[in-house]
């Protein structure tokens, strides 16, 4: 919605809010369809204005209308004529009244829509303030808290978030769309499904991430291990394929899966190609760290 302009007293209180503490929104923002919309008193708000305006205009402007009419009507008739100026005076009179009448109106809708919209302010600072513990609740796109900063840092961590990709409120990170990319691109690498949302196991993982990973590749490159007979080396190569660009995605728990094992073995067959390696399903300590080594690609 385009900003309110708003003129003489309430351009006054427009501007008085959008220099206030507390974190107070723009004007702008308060007049929205959405808080407007949202606000369950804003129709008793209406019928009040609506009164007022009708008030003023309907039954003042009438009565002086008619008292005036009458008036005017009674001396002309005892003059014997008229010019009529008379009555177009009382009708700019009427008018003015009506416009004062008017204005009023809006500046007690602003000053009201203005008092709500801070309490709804508090309210909200007061929920995303609130001390949750980490993986004590789901996360998804949109929500603040000090669980959703420690998961933030935990993603630029282990680098599928940019430090400067994410933004604040109220002193904390907002789990936004680029944090939502940022989980899936976790969640491949974990071998979950792609779903962007943060689940309490997630969070634990990811927590234990640096840890497991690290586990998995050193088990890996003690011995010179078929990846298609043992789960570990097949899990230590999946991560790093996606990590490096040459897998998408591959499913943890069905891994050993005859389905899920070809395609990782087909992606690993890719990176030996692309680096001159011999055809083989099996991985060593010199393998490993050639793929380790390599920079992140991930699709």
């Known amino acids: 919605m385009p900003v309110v302009q708003a003129s003489g007293t309430s351009g006054a209180i427009a501007r008085k809010e959008r220099e206030g503490d507390d974190g107070t929104e723009l004007v702008s923002e308060t ?3 959405g808080v407007l919309e949202s606000h369950p008193s ?15 205009h309907g039954s003042h402007s009438s009565h002086s209308s008619h008292t005036s009419s009458s008036h005017t009507s009674h001396s002309s008739s005892s003059s014997g004529g008229g010019s009529g100026g008379s009555g177009n005076g009382t009708k700019i009179a009427a008018a003015s009244l009506g416009a004062l009448a008017g204005g009023a109106a809006l500046t007690y809708l602003i000053h009201y829509i203005i008092k709500t919209h801070k309490k709804h302010v508090a ?6 303030n609130r001390p949750y513990a980490y993986a004590s609740r789901d996360l998804s ?19 599928v978030l940019g430090n400067r990709s994410f933004s604040r409120k109220w002193s904390h990170f907002k789990y ?5 990319r940022s989980v899936k691109r976790m969640q491949a690498r974990m071998g979950r499904k792609r779903t962007g949302k943060a689940s309490t196991s997630f969070l634990i ?15 890996a490159s003690k011995d010179s291990l078929d990846i298609t007979e043992d789960r570990n080396a097949l899990l230590a190569v999946a ?4 990590e490096k660009g040459y897998l998408k995605s591959y499913d943890a728990d069905e891994i050993m899966n005859d389905n899920e094992k070809s395609k990782i073995v087909e992606a690993y067959y890719a990176f030996l190609r692309r680096n001159q ?9 010199q393998k490993l760290r050639m793929l380790n080594s390599l920079p992140n690609k991930q699709k």
């Not at 993982?205 to 088990?219: A, E, F, P, V």
């Open 31 to 33: 007049l929205s369809s």
């Open 42 to 56: 804003f129709g008793e708000v209406m019928m009040h204005t609506s009164h007022g305006s009708h008030t003023s």
């Open 123 to 128: 309210s909200r600072k007061t929920e995303i």
């Open 141 to 159: 796109e949109g929500i603040f808290g000090n669980d959703v900063d420690i998961m933030t840092v935990l993603l630029v961590q282990n680098e």
């Open 176 to 180: 936004n769309s680029k944090v939502t």
């Open 205 to 219: 993982n990811l927590q234990q991430w640096k840890d497991t990973r690290s586990k998995l590749i050193n088990t």
């Open 239 to 242: 991560i790093l394929l996606v």
């Open 277 to 285: 390696l011999p055809k083989t399903t099996f991985i060593d300590e």
